[in-house]
């Protein structure tokens, strides 16, 4: 099997209506397969994970009549949408059909032209005859003994279109799929051998007219081709830049999960920084280097934490159990089908003795390495670690694993809605940020004959921030270990990682509750201009509906209106259940004469303790229409991290008789777009 490689062509999946449609009266509506599993012709496979990708990407896409002429992706008319697709759902395999991706396409009215055609072709038993073509990028690796393109990742949808001849395009890669099997579209020959079948006429002259407006259209093909190269290239260099973000944050990661010494660790970062690599080449050269240790401990030249017992025998270290039953204390799964069955401290204390071998706690937390002594303890509850110069350090490094996991665990399930309406981005420091804005052209003037063009300049501005670091020291004590206070210590990671989760949502929706200045010097909430932004009215249906069209009317630069609509209301709690109403309610509440809630199902809400005004309510755009509002993580590390001092001669270690844990969480953010964001009163 070969490394994986990048599809730089369009994939273009061809699939085509097999459904019936729906009633007159349910709608313009008509359900299709956008494409089948297995093996195509071309030799590309699509296993049930690219499936379930590409109908979570379908759901809601925009459906446009014919392909953008340029193919690239980028905002298409609106005179050229004629619906949207919904219900995309995956189909699992049967004895009658192979797995596929199924989806409604909703016709809007205004398209009655397409509607009639889908409505005859489909009624004639020929849906064929239109088709649709999805446009991808993805990845896919050579399957060597089976010669198919196993698709490993579907990366980017860009347009789902209604065509008329899906086979055209010339410079792309097509896949084609039929509704039935993966074959190839007939030939003219084929066609042509049907003998006096009437309709094999009319699909041979059909056939001849389709290569002469290929031949006249040969004069294009050098534009397209050099506009696909172009475009190939900027995507080749925009994923290159991924890869080499991805190959950064996994080295980070590992090294600081490895249990090599710092100057290991240092030669094995100059070797893999700044180049691009797969995971498994830098675990062959972690397991490499972990041999090497062991190799070195065994000739008696080193001493370490279990590097003796490591890979090189196939045999589990007696750290790793160690650190396993430190796990099992903090509540953490533990790998039992590995480790087998490891019994958990009972308490801090017994941790401690196990490890240092000091069952009396009798040296002190830092008494215990300061001449480099080991000390034993005939009555270690389970035993001791054999052939290693153990000591608080260890202990302090084996609880701050464990605290750890168990910070990250309780971080990630505390719920953070706010990632709904917010970009995510890492970035490389502390220096300030600087997000620029570009500007927008108005309508074109008329050129009047033999008149020059007249030149048009963008204008531009910049929302800038720079990220902080936020923390807290945290001590486990002598007496805390004396005591076997192990829920005291158990407590610790859980607390950080609520303290941690809070703050971040503290300052995030605190964008939007204290309307501070934004890039253009205005706050970012304002009932006129520059924003028109602010309303004055409480929570209601009426009140929402003068919001979107607030939104609505939002403009460009060039004075144009770019009609957003919002995604998310946030609401604070005491307006919670007006939201549901609101959002959720058949008809309007209140109203006598049960009159529609166009409201309904418009927005998702989303409750912030955080927001404490209790009357203020929010109308967001979906951030991936619009830019909103930026979060930036330093290293792209978006939980927090929890260090620990291990030298036990070194500050509270010696001085106080206490293992100093620090937790650190370093971000950033700003808003980067005022007319995302709408605020009621």
Known sequence: MTTPAVIREH???EPQITEQLHDKESGHEVRVTIIQGGTSKNGYSYDESALRTIAQMVEGAHAYADHALQQDGGVRSIRDVVGFYHDAQFIAASSEQAQRVDATLHIFEAADWLWSLIHEACQLRRPQLIGLSIDVFGQWQLNEATRTKEVTSIASLNSCDIVTRPSAGGAFRRILHSDTAHEDPPTTSDIAQKGNDPMAENTTAST??????????????????????QQRLQIEQMLQEARQQRCELLLDRRLHESILPVAVKQQIRERFVGHIFEEAELEAELHSSVNMMAQLTQEGLIRGNGYEKSSVSGMITEAEKIQAAFD?????????????????????????????????VTGGIAGLSSLGQIRVSEHAPIGRITEADTTTASFSYLLGTSMNKRLLKDYQAWPAEWMKFCQIVPIRDFKQQSRVR????????????????TTATL????????????????????EVIINDDLQAIKQIPTKLAVSAAYTLAE?????LSSNANIYDGSPLFTSGVPHNNLGASALSTAAMQTGVTAMREQTNYAGKRIGLRPRYLVVPPELEWTAMVVTKSAGIPGSPNNDL??????CQPIVSPQLTSSTQWFLIADPREVDTIEIGFVAGEVAPSLLLQDSPLVGLSFSNDVISFKVRHCYGGVVNDFRSLYRGV
């Open 438 to 453: 570009f500007g927008a052209f108005g309508s074109l003037p008329v050129v009047p004959e033999d008149s020059a063009y």
């Open 459 to 478: 204008t531009d501005s910049a929302a800038t921030y720079v990220p902080q670091k936020r923390g807290n020291l945290v001590t486990v004590s002598r």
């Open 597 to 602: 809630n166009t409201m309904l199902g418009f």
């Open 328 to 360: 099992s204390m903090f509540d953490l799964e533990i790998d039992t089908t590995r480790l087998g069955n490891i019994r958990s401290f009972e308490g801090i204390r017994e941790a401690y003795a196990r490890v240092t071998g000091d069952a009396a």
């Open 507 to 511: 300052f995030v929706y605190g964008f």
């Open 208 to 229: 001849e007219n389709s290569v002469e407006e290929q031949t006249n259209a040969g004069h294009d093909v050098h534009l397209e081709q050099h506009i696909v190269e």
């Open 11 to 13: 994939l273009i999946l």
